[in-house]
């Protein structure tokens, strides 16, 4: 809506005649170009290569890539998208808890506090992460030896989080600034009016949240979740330092398929699984979008 | 003859410019082999051949930095171009092969003086591939079990015994897979070569028969219900890691790494090892010099000293705790005898000549990698 009326005021109050017009238009062609060609030279080509080297098997096309995949992955594809999508719920309920404490907070110095705090993670990178809970999370680790100092559980009773809880864990203490940041955001510049009223006439602020702000930053927090889903899938050091057992991640099994047995073809195919997974919920999100605009 | 000798001054003088060459070494394997280079090797060779410098390029742990490095062999073979960017590679054994089948390497042993050191069969066949003549041995590596002597007092001898004390303690024993590492690789394939029900020589000569990969669902099936009471490790560091906290009392380890992470006070120094029969694999990385190097006589030289039976001993056994590359009796007159034993002290030479297995070859290696994704859950 913003880019169409742009463009139309753009039309009709430009003075110049069609010739400098198209030349302009030229321009801004050429101008295009250089940014256009690294997305293609670097990323659309090697996509469309990829995609075709997913079809190839010893040297002719065929679906051999896919049938192995299916064959010894599909466990793996199941999990994969389970843990993201558990992880995307998780961060979700996160982040409406965080943008919401800090928009409907009644303690400055807490607010404060929560507010300069929950941004760290976000500047720790996958793989310090994965090291960090690493030992954390060992049967032996930090968090269990404080919980057994504390006397909230014994040394017997205590496991290790080493599994498909850590990757979890470790996707949702990662991404849920990133989409808190966006969502506080969005809640901080809705009209306050209404959570006014709604405060006025009795609503708890928990009530607030969920009936008055929630809906009114939904596409915020869709793109945040779909942005992190997206993330969560390609992220391949978390699980190869937590859990590169079966089942894993994709991105785990990808990078076997390569290194163990140098097997582009099968690597390929589970990279466009990992494709159709991530752009399904990127259609969800397209599509809510175009609905929003309409 | 005064112009003559001036002649020949001018052509020394333009030539000493060109005798400063940069040698650019590329290894596989952790930080620790690029700082072999850089600290040690590099040094060394700059103090023997002066002028002449040594740049190490590191590209990655594990199988995926040698995939690199021939990767870049590829892309340099297609390009056809002349002169290739690698003077001196250092990779694992299974990357060997197919650089010899592709005609990457130079045949470059012959060339120097401590190619004859070289004795052990890995040099000559690499996972079935002649490579004999283009490789010189950096080092050999072996895998074993890694066990607290405090909470086990006899250790299994050998697989049979440790699926037996597996099940009679669940969660004790811990390695880490086949995604993990190559610890945990080693470990299958010397649960193969145990229970596989084949004849293991044939999978580690050769030759390839897809009827051979037929016997192994039994030998997966038992792996499976082994799994259950097996705690599984988040790689060859974590095995050690759990092994150090005390989560697990044994498991599958490098022995280099073994010793370093307890010469670092990482592990404590009661910890043993033990070689279970029939044995575990091991295996060599190389030194490799690409056919299209520009610095060949450098190339070599730079070989030379690496496996000189006085840098085997200093650099090798002394720092890193591996295996020689070269003949171990050579390497052994320039060691004290202290260095010497502790190398040997669990697993005794012995017991390297008989336990000490190669990986399988390649075809029979990734059948079983595959087996084990289809078959173990």
Known sequence: ?294 | MKRLSYAAFAVAFAALPLHAEELTVATAGDQNMVDYINQYLGPLFEKTYPGDTVRAVGTGPGDSGSQKILERFDAQSAANTKIWDVDVAVVHEKFVGPMVTKHYLDKYRSDIDTGKLVTRGNAKMALGTDVDGYVMPMFNSQTAIAYNPDLIKNPPKSYTELADWVKAHPKQFGYNGIKGGASGVSFVMGWIYAFGGGDANVLMNGPFKEDETKKWDAAFKGLNEFNKNATLTPGNAGTLDMLARGEIAMGPVWVDMFYSWQASGQLPPTMKLVLPAPGMPGQPMHYVIPEKTAHKALAEKFIALATSPKVQAEGIVKRFNWYPGIDADKVKAELDQATWDKLFVDITPKDLADKGKPFPIAPYNNAILEAYEKQVK
């Open chain 1, 1 to 294: 809506m913003s880019g169409g009326s742009l463009f139309r005021r753009g039309e009709t109050n430009h003075p110049l005649g069609t010739k400098s017009m198209s030349s302009k238009r030229l321009l801004g062609l050429l101008l295009v170009l250089p940014a256009l060609l690294v997305i293609v030279v670097l990323f659309i080509i090697p996509l469309i290569l990829s995609a075709v080297g997913a079809f190839k098997v010893d040297g002719a096309f065929g679906l051999g890539n896919f049938v192995k995949t299916f064959e010894l992955y599909t466990q793996d594809i199941v999990f994969t998208l389970l843990i993201t999508g558990l992880s995307t719920i998780l961060i979700g309920a996160a982040s409406v808890a965080i943008g919401g404490y800090l928009t409907l907070g009644e303690h400055p110095r807490a607010v404060a506090i929560l507010k300069f705090l929950y941004r760290w993670p976000m500047f720790i990178p996958f793989i310090v992460v994965g090291q960090i809970l690493r030992t954390f999370l060992a049967k032996n680790g930090m968090m269990n030896n404080v919980a057994i100092e504390l006397g909230l559980t014994t040394p017997l009773d205590a496991v290790s989080l080493l599994d498909w809880r850590g990757i979890v864990i470790a996707f949702v203490w990662k991404q849920t600034p990133f989409v808190a940041l966006l969502v506080s955001g969005a809640m901080a510049s809705l009209n306050r009016d209404t959570i006014e009223a709604a405060r006025n006439l009795g609503a708890s602020r928990l009530r607030v949240l969920v009936e008055i702000i929630v809906p009114q930053v939904a596409m915020t927090l869709t793109v945040g979740l779909v942005l992190s889903f997206v993330t969560m899938m390609s992220v391949l050091s978390v699980p190869l330092m937590i859990n590169a057992q079966s089942p894993t991640m994709l991105t785990a099994d990808i990078a076997f398929r390569v290194n163990s047995y140098g097997d582009y073809g099968v690597a390929n195919a589970l990279g466009i699984v990992s494709l159709v997974l991530a752009s399904s919920v990127a259609w969800i999100y397209l599509r809510a979008s175009m609905k929003e605009r309409a």
